[in-house]
Every structure is written in structure tokens, then in C-alpha cells.
């Protein structure tokens, strides 16, 4: 049988969990911050929109490289997008809420199943990939004697250059970490 805990004992064991009820219940805190994400993805809904009436109007006068910029334009938009939308997704599952959606035949795979280490990786995939369709754009750019100047692009090759290494630290960082929580 359990000895009775002395009065002292049970104010800690109350504040102990008084405390950790309001540290579980402040992820809450982070709910403003994915409505904030959710604003920034109908911006770029709104920046995509123009982009698109401004670029189809003028396809007609268009050659084969102002095309090829015209769509690396719209991808690097919808690779942002989907960006916002994983973090959103998994940024609010993983630190807040699970989102239930029922059975929706709709509800994307990966939803719940993408944790914190995938979500960095993720990121800087799709940073990587972003800087990836800068850099090429800058390049089209160039033949048309339009591109940025030597300075501005060594700094583009280095950013990404750095973006490269990163992803590639982070990976070795995961598959190492993996490895050992197998032992």
C-alpha cells in the first residue's frame, strides 16, 4: 500500500501538473502562425493570378525561351505553394492538433505521417529546387542579354551552392541519427 504523500509533496505534484498542462495547452500559441502561413498562400494565389494574365497576354510575341522562363516562373510559384501547404499540414499536426478530416476520399497520404525530421527535409528540397529554377531562369535570361549581372550571379551560384550543402549536411545528419536510434 501507497505511504501518503506529505502536504508539501502533493503542492508540487499539483503545481508540476498545473505547470505541464499549460505548457501542453501553449502549442496552441502556434495556431496564429499557420492562419498567418495560410494568408501568405493566398498571396501567392493572388501574385500567381497576375503573373498568369500578365504572361498569357502576351504569348503570342513569345519565343521558345520566353516560354521556357514563362513556366519555370509558374513552377517556382507552385513549388512555394506546396511548400506552405506541407508546413501547414504537418507543422500544425505535428505541434498542435491532428486535423481530422474523416475518411475524405481527398485527404492527402503523407498527412500525419510526415514528422519533424521529414518536414526539414522537405524544406530543403523545396528550397533547393526554388533556388534551382532561379538560377536557370537567370540563366535563360542571360542569352537575351537580360539576365543579372556577374556579381548578382556568382552570389545566386553561391546561395545555392549553399543550399546544396546544407540539404546534404542535414541528410547525413538524419541517416546518421537514424542509425543510431536502430541500435
Known sequence: MAEPQPPAAKRKAAFERAL???IFRS???LAPFYLGLILALGGLLVVFGAEVVHEISAIAGMGAQDAIVMALSFIDLSLTANLLLIVIFSGYENFVSKIDTGEHEDRPDWMGAIDFA???M????SII???AIALLRSFMKLSEGDGPNDRTLAWMVGLHLTFLAS???LALMELISSRSRER
Request: glycine share 6%.
Open 20 to 22: 505541464e498542462t499549460w
Open 27 to 29: 502549442r496552441w500559441l
Open 118 to 120: 521529414d518536414l526539414k
Open 122 to 125: 522537405k524544406l530543403i528540397a
Open 129 to 131: 529546387a526554388i533556388s
Open 167 to 169: 540539404g546534404l549536411f
